[in-house]
């Protein structure tokens, strides 16, 4: 079981920055894709971006250029850096964990509540 703790959502204003942690329960990254999602009221959940096993990343169009998907393996934490904010990337964010082979092991946060506005 892999357990996933997202951190460091808040209230920010158009044009500024937070950056969300995800701190998983072990040595996991070696072996599980892990992703970013967010998703807004009346809304479906959506990937915001990716990263896998081998350090590639990949992001939706709508934070291409201002979210980053990084990791620390020393740390066992995935961060999502978004940068120029806009109140339509107003989400509960959610951190995910999907098996390489094993897609059925597929778990998820409890959510970070980010809120853009002034």
């Known amino acids: 079981q892999v357990q996933l703790v997202e951190s460091g959502g808040g209230l920010v204003q158009p044009g500024g920055s937070l950056r969300l942690s995800c701190a998983t329960s072990g040595s996991i990254f070696g072996f599980y894709v892990m992703g970013w999602y967010r998703q807004a009221p009346g809304k479906e959940r959506e990937l915001v971006a990716k990263?896998?096993?081998?350090?590639?990343?990949n992001y939706a169009d709508s934070v291409k250029g201002r979210f980053t998907i990084s990791r620390d393996n020393a740390k066992n934490t995935v961060y999502l850096q978004m940068n120029s904010l806009k109140p339509e990337d107003t989400a509960v964010y959610y951190c995910?964990?999907?098996?390489?082979?094993?897609?059925?092991?597929?778990?998820w946060g409890q959510g970070t509540q980010v809120t853009v506005s002034s």
């Open positions: 995910n964990a999907v098996h390489l082979v094993h897609t059925t092991r597929n778990y």
């Open positions: 990263i896998f096993s081998g350090g590639s990343t």
